[in-house]
């Protein structure tokens, strides 16, 4: 079966400070697209970072990372320097050739002052 | 604005009853898929659309669910005999697909609905 384990249904950091999102998956084939999402509350599911499963250089969006090991198929998220607005549910996902996205439970982000 | 739009943002219903929900597309898209999130839950894909054929539809989507694509453009999205179980967000995003390797989907705001 194709899956997606978040194992932190929430997460606190404080602000200026740096937070992992941890995700794993299950998928048997080799070509395959991860992504994490971000969704405020009340608000729309925004595409935070990608990362193509065929390239090894991890994906970095100003202060949105990635560490992707491949062979433990493990996809997580690093934000740095956190801000206010970061706060928000965090979807890890990943899509294969048909593009239909099979999504984690989502982690709860809360950003202290 | 030329995001994605859905309508209506909330409705709620009396179990049994039909509801049909709207999702227009950024209008150069060719794709348009349909999720569902439960709270607390993440999306579940149900359905997705190249142009105005439909794909594929989830072995979760009942044969009370009916989606269609007409001409390509908006889709809409019919639950008949509405259920409890049916309450729910439902997620509507489109994407370009066949321009590179990969496609980024864009969400609609969604479109909540409560069955009593």
């Known amino acids: 079966a194709q899956t997606v384990t978040q194992s932190q249904p929430e997460m606190s950091v404080q602000e200026a400070e740096t937070v992992t999102l941890s995700c794993t998956y299950d998928?048997?084939?080799?070509?395959?697209?991860l992504f994490w999402y971000k969704q405020p509350p009340s608000r729309q599911m925004i595409l935070v970072i990608r990362q193509e499963a065929y390239k090894q250089q991890n994906a970095t969006e100003n202060r949105f990372s990635v560490n992707f090991q491949k062979a433990a198929k493990s996809f997580s998220l690093k934000i740095s320097d956190s801000q206010l607005g970061d706060a928000a549910m965090y979807f890890c996902a990943y899509t294969l050739s048909d593009r239909k996205l099979i999504w984690g439970l989502g982690t709860s982000l809360a950003v202290n002052p | 604005d030329t995001g994605v739009s859905q309508d209506p943002r909330h409705k709620i219903t009396k179990r049994g009853q039909n509801v049909t929900f709207r999702c227009d597309p950024i209008?150069?898209?060719?794709?348009l898929y349909w999720y569902r999130q439960t709270l607390g839950q993440g999306p579940e894909f149900l359905t997705y659309?190249?142009?105005?054929?439909?794909?594929?539809k989830s072995r979760l989507l009942s044969d009370r669910f009916s989606a269609e694509r007409p001409k390509g453009s908006f889709s809409t999205l019919e639950i008949q005999r509405t259920e409890q179980g049916d309450s729910a967000m439902y997620l509507c995003a489109s994407s370009r697909y066949g321009l590179s390797n990969w496609d980024e989907q864009f969400f609609g705001p969604g479109t909540r609905l409560t069955v009593l």
């Open positions: 659309f190249q142009n105005e054929a439909q794909l594929e």
């Open positions: 209008s150069e898209h060719n794709r």
């Open positions: 998928t048997s084939e080799s070509d395959y697209y």
